[in-house]
Each structure stands twice: as structure tokens, then as C-alpha cells.
T-cell receptor, first 114, second 115 residues
């Protein structure tokens, strides 16, 4: 049973550039959430996608956008990169009908902005 | 809004010592509570969960009890091993009757176990 997968593993970008991160959810899951984890901090919620629509959004600017595809995979796009966007980006998947609503995380994409 | 407060780290223990990592929360409704573990260079792994008051989550020798009266979900293990060295995150989330689907995390507690 494949878990959550993310690509790429590492990425180095320059300020002002744009980046796209990809996520495939755990088999059978229909919901994808994205989190940003700065060094030494807990993950911060960016947004969640269900049925190809953004269902909830955290306190992130519009430079952060996303998409969910019919096969439930998802992309996170960040425009006009800032140095402060350097972080580990985590994708988590879940099943909307699960009572406990636990989320399962991928290994993350380490983004470095120079 | 929802928030989670964890004890400050780092925590350093000798092998076979008893572990407690404190976690308290503030939330509306009746959230589910979770402990996640993050090993160096990796993503988060779900360690255990509890969905309602007085539930006890357990896994790999770790336990935590959902205490609504004290709004706490402390993580415990009777005898830690070197392989338990990691960062531990307390989190809350769940539908709780509203439209809040996200997980809210504490800042994490770094545990180092020495042989």
C-alpha cells in the first residue's frame, strides 16, 4: 500500500521565481492538505483540497495556490518566491468520511530560496 | 481559535527512562487529538490518536489520554530507547461540528535518548 508521495525531494530557487510541488495521496484517500514547516517549528496549514476545490485556507498570501486533479493528486504553486518561503513543504492526505480525521504525511519537499 | 501548547524542549533521557511530554490545548467543539513523530530528515508519522474524552491512544509503547477536564493530552512511555530520539508534535483537528478541517500543531519537542 503506497503512502503519500511528494516530488521533488529538494529544490533550490531564486527570489522572484515560481515553483510547483507535487503530491500523490495515500491509496483510497480523497483529501489533500498542504503545510509549511519552517526550521524548528511545527507545520502551519496552507490549504486543503477536496473534490478538486479548495475547502479551507490558512493565513497564507495569494502567492500560494493549489490544485487537485480528478485522481486526487495535488499541486502547490508558489509565485514570486521570497527568502522567507524557504521551508519543508508537507503534503498530507486523509479520507473525508473518517471519524477521527487523521492525516497521513509524505516525506516533504525541502525548498530553499536564495 | 484552536491552539496547542507543548512543553519546551529539548528533552534528554537515558535509555530505559520514563518519558512524559506535556501537551495542552484550546479548542472549540470536540476535536480529535494526535501525536506525530518526526525523525531527522523525514516527514511526520502518526504515532497515536484519540477521538473523544477519556479515550487512550497507544502505539509502540507510547500512550496518551484525552483529558477534557484539563484540556490535556500528555505523551508517556515507560522505557525509552535510543531509536525513540526524534521530534514529537501534539496536534488537534477534526470536523468538530464546524468547517475546520486543518490540523493545528504545537511547536514540537525534541527528544534525545542516550545509550
Amino acid at each position: 500500500d503506497a503512502g503519500v508521495t511528494q516530488s521533488p525531494t529538494h529544490l533550490i530557487k531564486t527570489r522572484g521565481q515560481q515553483v510547483t510541488l507535487r503530491c500523490s495521496p495515500k491509496s483510497g484517500h480523497d483529501t489533500v492538505s498542504w503545510y509549511q514547516q519552517a526550521l524548528g517549528q511545527g507545520p502551519q496549514f496552507i490549504f486543503q483540497y477536496y473534490e478538486e476545490e479548495e475547502r479551507q485556507r490558512g493565513n497564507f498570501p495569494d502567492r500560494f495556490s493549489g490544485h487537485q486533479f480528478p485522481n486526487y493528486s495535488s499541486e502547490l504553486n508558489v509565485n514570486a518566491l521570497l527568502l522567507g518561503d524557504s521551508a519543508l513543504y508537507l503534503c498530507a492526505s486523509s479520507l473525508v468520511l473518517t471519524a477521527a480525521y487523521e492525516q497521513y504525511f509524505g516525506p516533504g519537499t525541502r525548498l530553499t530560496v536564495t | 481559535g484552536n491552539s496547542v501548547t507543548q512543553m519546551e524542549g529539548p528533552v534528554t533521557l537515558s535509555e530505559e527512562a520514563f518519558l512524559t511530554i506535556n501537551c495542552t490545548y484550546t479548542a472549540t467543539g470536540y476535536p480529535s487529538l494526535f501525536w506525530y513523530v518526526q525523525y531527522p530528515g523525514e516527514g511526520l508519522q502518526l504515532l497515536l490518536k484519540a477521538t473523544k474524552a477519556d479515550d487512550k491512544g497507544s502505539n509502540k509503547g507510547f500512550e496518551a489520554t484525552y483529558r477534557k477536564e484539563t484540556t490535556s493530552f500528555h505523551l508517556e512511555k515507560g522505557s525509552v530507547q535510543v531509536s525513540d530520539s526524534a521530534v514529537y508534535f501534539c496536534a488537534l483537528g477534526g470536523k468538530s461540528g464546524g468547517s475546520n478541517y486543518k490540523l493545528t500543531f504545537g511547536k514540537g519537542t525534541l527528544l534525545t535518548v542516550n545509550p
